[in-house]
């Protein structure tokens, strides 16, 4: 389809998803020459860094504050227990956060989710492998646009006068109707998209989940679980299937 003419967008989707090349409606605004110029100037960059790659727990980017909705980072103790903090409570207190969570406790229990989750879904079938979905695609931008709006309205929190906490809390409540809306999409599509193949793979992982790569993990987590809020008193798992 491409004719060397037209811009392009790059879908780059969730981890372990394959990448999704759709071809814009216009011509690119920027000449080739100068972008390949730019990226090998980029390359030798080494002040640059890709976004670094997680380690605390296979956890990470699925879990949040159960009370602002903000991440929870892993922080490792000298005693060798990772703590899970709300980044906005540490960025500028604006949060009570959500308690005392150790990542361990929290990997013990989302792992015990998922294969419950899998023992009732394994019945199901999901048809032929799934393809490119543009509803999915879709669903999926709105969704993250949205996250993104309601976490640049936390973050402007700190230090406003309340007129503008008044203005930005009112904005969050909508958003987040919106956004548990667009979760509820995604999940429907997601599901429908759940291939027999990938329903085995996940199930055989959880199976012998010791012996499984972190990688691997983050990638069975991102195929079931649409994100986990959480707090020392309850915990609820919003699922994709």
């Known amino acids: 389809m491409f004719t060397g003419d037209n811009s392009c967008y790059l879908y780059q989707g969730r981890e372990g998803e394959e990448q999704i090349l759709v071809i814009a409606p216009h011509q690119g605004r920027i000449p080739s020459s100068l972008w390949l110029t730019v990226q090998r100037k980029l390359s030798q960059n080494t002040s640059f860094q890709n976004g670094r790659k997680c380690h605390n727990t296979w956890l990470a980017g699925k879990i949040k504050c159960g009370r602002c909705g903000y991440a929870l980072v892993g922080l490792r103790a000298q005693n ?9 409570r540490a960025d500028n207190g604006s949060c009570e956060g959500a308690g005392t969570l150790t990542a361990q406790s ?27 979905n543009p509803k999915l695609t879709a669903a999926r931008v709105a969704l993250a646009k949205t996250e993104s709006e ?43 998209s759940v291939s027999d193949t990938q329903i085995d793979c996940i199930t055989n992982y959880l199976n012998d989940w010791e ?24 915990v609820t798992i919003h699922w994709k299937i």
């Open 211 to 234: 012996s499984v790569s972190f990688d691997d993990k983050r990638k069975v987590v991102d195929i079931l679980i649409s994100h986990i809020d959480a707090t020392s008193e309850s």
């Open 106 to 132: 929290m990997e013990s229990f989302v792992y015990g989710e998922m294969v419950e989750k899998m023992r009732k879904y394994h019945t199901l079938k999901g048809g032929k492998e799934p393809g490119y």
């Open 150 to 192: 309601i976490e640049k309205l936390l973050d402007t929190l700190s230090g406003a006068n309340p007129l503008l906490l008044q203005y930005a809390n009112n904005r969050i409540e909508e958003l987040d109707a919106e956004r548990q809306k667009q979760l509820k999409l995604v999940a429907d599509l997601t599901a429908n």
């Open 80 to 88: 060798g227990v990772t703590y899970l903090r709300c980044k906005q």
